[in-house]
């Protein structure tokens, strides 16, 4: 069992900036894909940025340029720098671990999970 806990979120003001911290257990830590997912209200989860065992990344079109995600495996640590906020980026963020490294975007690709961290974005 993976346990991820995400911590780091909070309110800002629009065109500021959030550091997400996601750690995660486990001995192999290294080897997994983590994933970042956020879920405003009514809305579906989805997809905001991934990073695999070797650091390769990815980002969804809505927050490309703006946000980077990176990794301290000494740490057990995964990062989401989130730059240039928007009103629209505000959700309950959500951080995932793939042991497998399928290095997904869609949440069932991923097995843990966090219990997410709010961040509101205010004008």
């Known amino acids: 069992q993976v346990q991820v806990v995400e911590s780091g979120g909070g309110l800002v003001q629009a065109g500021g900036s959030l550091r997400l911290s996601c750690a995660a257990s486990g001995r192999t830590f290294s080897m997994y894909a983590m994933g970042w997912f956020r879920q405003a209200p009514g809305k579906e989860r989805e997809f905001v940025a991934r990073i695999n065992r070797s650091g390769t990344t990815n980002f969804a079109d809505s927050v490309k340029g703006r946000f980077t995600i990176s990794r301290e495996n000494a740490k057990n640590t995964v990062y989401l720098q989130m730059n240039r906020l928007k009103l629209e980026d505000t959700a309950v963020y959500y951080c995932a671990a793939d042991p497998r490294d399928r290095y997904g975007s869609r949440p069932y690709d991923y097995d ?11 004008s």
Not at 112 to 122: A, H, I
Request: proline fraction near 0%.
């Open 112 to 122: 843990y999970w966090g219990q997410g961290t709010q961040v509101t974005v205010s």
